[in-house]
Nanobody
Framework: QVQVVESGGGLVQPGGSLRLSCVVSGLTLDRTVMGWFRRAPGKQREEVSCISHSDGSTWHADSVKGRFTISKDNGKNTVYLQMNSLKPEDTAVYYC?????????????WGQGTQVTVSS
């Protein structure tokens, strides 16, 4: 059984930084792509970032490109999302999943989410 657990959310001021972590058990990261998604209040869930299982190539949504960085540590079976220059519009529940692409498809395993609030 695959389990995904996110952590690292919190309250941060605009312009600040946070690093989210996602620990995966039951599946090694060299066998799955990993994605970060978010759902802002009143909006649909959207994909934020994705990292390949094979060569570690990454993708980021235009809205976060240059500010967010996805990475992983295969030895720790952990995926990270480094978020810099945070904006109020980044406020959302952030989810980690063993999938990338369409945010409305539940074909992988998902965590419970971690709240990120950007506010002064």
């Amino acid at each position: 059984q695959v389990q995904v657990v996110e952590s690292g959310g919190g309250l941060v001021q605009p312009g600040g930084s946070l690093r989210l972590s996602c620990v995966v058990s039951g599946l090694t990261l060299d066998r799955t792509v990993m994605g970060w998604f978010r759902r802002a209040p009143g909006k649909q869930r959207e994909e934020v970032s994705c990292i390949s299982h094979s060569d570690g190539s990454t993708w980021h949504a235009d809205s976060v490109k240059g500010r967010f960085t996805i990475s992983k540590d295969n030895g720790k079976n952990t995926v990270y999302l480094q978020m810099n220059s945070l904006k109020p519009e980044d406020t959302a529940v952030y989810y980690c999943a063993t999938q990338c692409g369409d945010a409305e498809l539940n074909i992988g395993s998902w965590g419970q989410g971690t709240q990120v609030t950007v506010s002064s």
